[in-house]
């Protein structure tokens, strides 16, 4: 017999064993590896910004766990609730929270991706604001994305960036030449995180997070 291992929400306790010994109305979470970037499955990477960057499944979206990204952002990049997702998560705790939010916000699909070391070879190109500086002073050719709010455009932009709402990435990003390189920046990393892996999942060939955001451009 299989053996069926699976974590439960809410009030539930881990099992491990030939058979669930408890029954429980909560969700749950089967442990799998399952398939990253196609149709069936797509791998939410709950993860921040650098680890995302230092390895992680190919086609996997970047929606990081903590400062409510997840609630805030999920149903822009995948408004598809019925779309059958895994979650990748740092600890078993967290992947608890994230499918619990997951499943408040609808999706009705939620799996746990459970990564081995050669399933995480992509990974995301980070630079720092300084790096950024320079690139714009010798006349570099790149496209800079900022994706911020609009009060927070306010508080200063630069001036070759494109401003995009942070709820509307996807959609701004429609049209743009795949094979052109794009810096993605926003104040400190995190959704910027988000439209980077998005564009690489719908394509774009060169696309880099500018890791510490305006945070870092201010402090220049």
């Not at 009705?108 to 995301?124: H, I, N, R, W, Y």
């Not at 609009?150 to 030449?177: H, R, W």
């Not at 988000?194 to 719908?202: D, E, G, N, P, V």
Request: charged letters at 20%; hydrophobic letters at 40%; glycine letters at 10%.
């Amino acid at each position: 017999m299989r053996i069926v291992r699976t974590l439960r929400l809410g009030f539930c306790v881990v099992t491990v064993g030939l058979t669930s010994l408890l029954a429980c109305c909560t969700p749950k979470i089967p442990i799998e590896v399952a398939p990253a970037g196609g149709p069936e499955r797509l791998v939410i990477d709950i993860r921040e910004p650098t680890d995302y960057a230092a390895g992680h499944a190919p086609g996997a979206l970047n929606i990081q766990l903590t400062w409510d990204q997840l609630e805030d952002r999920t149903l822009g990049y995948v408004p598809d609730v019925k779309r059958p997702l895994a979650l990748r998560a740092s600890s078993q705790s967290k992947a608890e929270q994230g499918a619990a939010i997951l499943q408040e916000l609808g999706y009705q699909d939620v799996t746990l991706f459970a990564p081995k070391p050669e399933s995480e070879g992509e990974t995301l190109e980070l630079m720092m604001a300084e790096d950024l500086h320079q690139l714009i002073a010798a006349g570099g050719s790149s496209y800079l994305i900022d994706i911020r709010t609009p009060p927070e455009f306010e508080t200063g932009v630069i001036d070759s960036a494109v401003l995009v709402d942070q709820d509307a990435g996807p959609a701004a990003v429609e049209g743009l030449d795949k094979d052109a390189r794009y810096l993605i920046i926003c104040e400190g990393g995190w959704r910027s995180s988000q439209l980077a892996s998005w564009m690489r999942l719908q394509g774009f060939t060169d696309v880099v997070n500018v890791i510490d955001g305006m945070a870092g451009w201010r402090d220049l």
